[in-house]
């Protein structure tokens, strides 16, 4: 019998690697692990980076990401499991890891893609580079 995992943690540093069950039994369970890449995708700095410090607006910030699950939950017919960092995760490092849990993969996916879009627009995290 499994531990229940709360639907959304925040961590300080890297996440552990393994993620919570979100929800034995559904057709299609999808998890996203956003990693830390070397370099900021928009090109502006050309300097290597050696991290991404997250910073939170608590207690908004998981009060946001746990309103975006429920919303999300109740549009896709899904189970949501959020986890992100708060503080300095290195290159390489899990810093976002999103499960969902439907009846059928494309809602799922569909899911996952709304979830993340919507984080990112409504739910008060930051990052900052760490250049190395």
């Not at 943690?9 to 039994?25: F, I, N, V």
């Not at 939950?73 to 490092?93: D, I």
């Amino acid at each position: 019998m499994s531990v229940p995992v709360p639907p959304v943690r925040l961590h300080d540093g890297p996440l552990p690697t393994d993620g919570p069950d979100a929800s034995p039994g559904c057709g299609a369970v999808l998890t996203f692990e956003g990693i830390v890449r070397p370099m900021e995708p928009d090109g502006a700095e050309t300097r290597p980076l050696a991290a991404l410090r997250y910073e939170a607006y608590e207690p908004m910030t998981s009060r946001e990401l746990d309103r975006l699950r429920a919303a999300c939950a109740e549009e896709f017919g899904a189970t949501l499991a959020v986890e992100h960092s708060v503080g300095e995760v290195p290159v390489g490092a899990c810093s976002f890891r999103l499960r969902v849990a439907t009846p059928h993969r494309a809602a799922a996916l569909a899911c996952c893609g709304a979830f993340v879009d919507r984080m990112k627009r409504d739910v008060p995290l930051w990052k900052v580079p760490v250049w190395a």
